[in-house]
């Protein structure tokens, strides 16, 4: 158990539909970061966040957002759907930003787009 | 992209020692080499990072070349509990605008036979 919790675990909705995927990270870690992984594109990093402000982004579609909250949980929201969104989605924390720290993986929500 | 190339798949005998390779011939001073795992139907889990020196853990060793172009991850007896795709990522504040953060390859799928 990493410490990281993610729900839901799994998500089935429809086309064109919008989302919320919740991720509240190890006590204690003040960054965030959201990966998605699909059969053909592997693991990809997303976007992360540091207390609560963005500090790098990857490969996210205008249509995904995300926030990092006061308290330091996290949400990812993905709007307008579509069948190719369906991937697991991964956060992790980390204590700070530096480049030795460990990230630490939730299990994942698991998206199916109807 | 990944800057690191590894092979697509391995096997191991159970009890046996395990050598994982990873060349990184681009690799710049201030890269770090980390090393992540992650077994079926779950999520990355950190193994091991280095810099210059090799490093050993309860999980795994890692000896990193003194050229630094290339870094084996060595597990010392597998066990079943060690298939998994092991992904080996280079970390560096600058690389592709993604601040230090996890760039996942393809990653080197480890079967272990008993």
């Known amino acids: 158990d990493s410490g990281v919790t993610q729900t839901p675990k799994h998500l089935i909705t429809a086309t064109g539909q919008r989302v919320t995927l919740r991720c509240s990270p190890r006590s204690g870690d003040l960054s965030v970061y959201w990966y998605q992984q699909s059969l053909d594109q592997g693991l990809q990093f997303l976007i992360q966040?540091?207390?609560?402000?963005?500090?790098a982004k990857g490969n996210i579609l205008e249509r995904f957002s995300a926030q990092q909250f006061p308290d330091l949980h996290s949400e990812l929201n993905l709007s307008s759907l579509e069948l190719g969104d369906s991937a697991l989605y991964f956060c992790?924390?980390?204590?700070?930003?530096?480049?030795?720290?460990?990230?630490?993986f939730g299990p994942g929500t698991r998206l199916l787009v109807l | 992209d990944a800057k690191t190339t590894q092979p697509n798949s391995m096997e191991s005998n159970e009890e046996e020692p395990v050598h994982l390779p990873c060349n990184h011939s681009?690799?710049?001073?201030?890269?770090?080499i980390h090393w992540y795992r992650q077994l079926p139907s779950q999520g990355p889990e950190y193994v091991i990072h280095?810099?210059?020196s090799n490093v050993n853990n309860r999980m795994a060793s890692l000896a990193i070349a003194e050229d630094r172009k290339s870094s084996t991850l060595i597990l010392h007896r597998a066990t079943l509990r060690d298939a998994a795709v092991y992904y080996c990522?280079?970390?560096?504040?600058?690389?592709?605008?993604?601040?230090?953060?996890?760039?996942f390859g393809k990653g080197t799928k480890l079967s272990v036979k008993p």
């Open positions: 966040y540091y207390n609560g402000e963005e500090r």
């Open positions: 990522i280079l970390r560096d504040e600058g690389y592709g605008g993604s601040q230090g953060n996890l760039i």
């Open positions: 280095g810099l210059t």
């Open positions: 681009t690799i710049s001073g201030t890269d770090y």
């Open positions: 992790a924390s980390s204590p700070g930003l530096g480049l030795q720290e460990t990230q630490y």
